[in-house]
């Protein structure tokens, strides 16, 4: 069989580069904190003191002091290390996919939004497609689950991250003009299944699968239509053509 998507996971790419201008971005406003410090603890001890050296040099370690306080602060780095993490381990779990004729994309971006798909998959059909959004929860004692009409992790509602999960499948549906199946992947989460299938949940014409059900859940998609890899080919164009690549 025909491996198809031969190139090297782009997986998490987006993620890991938000979470280094994060870091980048902390650092200076670090050193800027730092020296608003001691410059204005200086004009006031300098003032205050006949010792210039002195004055200054007690300004100078507050304004480090303070520095290195405020580099200590989360920047929203770490979640976002986090996620692309996650993402790539996706990525390796969807990975035989590609054996199986499948067509696997991953970190593309969505044009006039902020928003990115993390991995697009098309079936050996070319019939539809599979957009599966990874999820970093794995808090300690929150579950995934559907209760009461919301979907929820642990006290937190999730509904309005699943609507734009739906939201960016659409955009994949309707640049491909094909019907697309949204999945969101839990990476190491509790999902509680609500279908009597635990780490399994299906609501309307989505579904939110723990990541170890991940693979085996798009295998054992439409068995009846068999492979058509100039089908996978025209389709897999359009995604190229219409979702770069994510920066």
């Known amino acids: ?45 300098y ?24 580099s200590r602060k989360p920047s929203g780095a770490a979640s976002w290390t986090q996620g692309a993490a996650a993402e790539e381990r996706t990525a390796a779990t969807l990975a035989p996919l590609v054996k199986l004729g499948w067509w696997v994309g991953h970190d593309r971006s969505i044009p006039r939004s902020r928003a990115n798909l993390d991995h697009v998959a098309i ?41 734009t999960v739906k939201w960016e499948a659409r955009r994949l549906s309707e640049e491909t003009g094909l019907p697309v199946v949204p999945v969101i992947a839990v990476d190491g989460g509790q999902v509680v299944g609500n279908t009597g299938n635990p780490g399994f949940i299906s609501v309307d ?21 068999g492979p058509d890899k100039r089908a996978v080919d025209r389709v897999a164009k359009k995604i190229d053509s219409a979702f770069p690549p994510a920066k």
């Open 205 to 225: 014409d989505m579904y939110v699968v723990s990541s170890k059900l991940l693979f085996h859940t798009m295998a054992l998609m439409d068995k009846v239509n």
């Open 123 to 163: 079936h050996p059909s070319g019939r539809f497609l599979v957009y599966v959004d990874t999820k970093a929860w794995h808090a300690r004692g929150a579950a995934i689950r559907w209760e009461d009409g919301a979907l929820m992790y642990g006290p937190w509602d999730k509904t309005k991250a699943m609507r």
């Open 1 to 45: 069989m025909t491996i198809i998507n031969t190139k090297r996971s782009n997986a998490g790419r987006s993620a890991h580069n938000r979470a280094r201008a994060l870091r980048v971005d902390h650092v200076k406003k670090s050193a800027k904190v730092g020296a608003y410090s001691a410059a204005a603890l200086g004009v006031g001890t």
């Open 47 to 70: 003032a205050a003191s006949s010792n210039a050296v002195g004055s200054l040099a007690a300004s100078l370690a507050a304004g480090v002091a303070t520095a290195v306080w405020w």
